[in-house]
């Protein structure tokens, strides 16, 4: 009723022309009209926002406490899966006395020059050869370059214990356990295809691809060397 009177107002007031109060109050009318409606939609406006963030802090309410309840369950799940399979892990390190084979102590003192003597050391066997001076400068008097794996005598052995050779009695071949004071190298012979080593244990002829390998050791004192 009231819009369709202000609908009759403006009419009147283009066409036919209003006096100045009449003007003047729907001009005021107008402006109240405009203001309200700007109002209420500012009204709507701020409520529906409002709204949509409740929400809207709600479902992050929700998603963290979802997060926090998937993350403790993991933790645990995780600390009682370690839990469990804990005792089956500690049963696969290997006990005391296996791990008293990881290293072996040889006295060396009743070796002489020239001789060698043999060790097991996990399972494989340790060749320790006390070489003669002769023997030593042979070794070192190799080039290199006639050498399919080059390698010095003097990196194969213990500064200061040049006379001692210690290396793993096993082919680089595949495997087997060459003779010693054997072969074209007066060093070691494989017998199962035919590798030729010399004194310094270095591959001179023959399939096998490298050189023997020197395991870690160590003198424990002059009479003494431990291997591992």
């Known amino acids: 009723m009231i819009l369709k009177q202000a609908l009759n107002l403006i009419i009147e007031a283009v066409f036919w022309g209003i006096s100045g109060l009449k003007r003047a109050i729907l001009i005021i009318f107008l402006y109240l009209c405009v203001n309200l409606t700007l109002a209420n939609n500012i009204i709507k406006f701020y409520l529906k926002n409002?709204?949509?963030?409740?929400?809207?802090?709600?479902?992050?309410?929700?998603?963290?406490?979802?997060?926090?309840?998937?993350?403790?369950?993991?933790?645990?799940?995780?600390?009682?899966?370690?839990?469990?399979?804990?005792?089956?892990?500690?049963?696969?390190n290997p006990d005391k006395s296996v791990q008293a084979l990881a290293t072996t102590e040889v006295d060396i003192s009743s070796v002489?020059?020239?001789?060698?003597?043999?060790?097991l050391w996990r399972g494989k066997p340790v060749f320790l050869k006390r070489r003669t001076q002769e023997e030593i400068a042979e070794a070192r008097a190799v080039?290199?370059?006639?050498?399919?794996?080059?390698?010095?005598?003097?990196?194969?052995?213990?500064?200061?214990?040049?006379?001692?050779?210690?290396?793993?009695?096993?082919?680089?071949?595949l495997g087997c356990v060459p003779l010693s004071d054997k072969g074209d190298y007066k060093g070691w012979f494989c017998p199962c295809h035919g590798s030729h080593y010399d004194v310094s244990g270095r591959i001179r002829k023959g399939p096998a691809p490298v050189n023997m390998e020197i395991p870690k050791y160590e003198f424990v004192d002059s009479n003494t060397i431990k291997i591992g």
């Open 50 to 92: 409002c709204i949509i963030t409740i929400n809207m802090d709600k479902s992050e309410k929700k998603t963290n406490r979802r997060d926090f309840l998937f993350t403790a369950s993991y933790t645990v799940g995780a600390v009682g899966l370690g839990a469990a399979i804990w005792p089956l892990v500690d049963q696969m």
């Open 143 to 173: 080039s290199l370059s006639d050498l399919k794996d080059p390698e010095k005598d003097e990196d194969r052995v213990k500064e200061g214990k040049d006379e001692w050779l210690v290396m793993l009695g096993v082919c680089t071949h």
């Open 112 to 119: 002489e020059p020239g001789k060698s003597i043999t060790v």
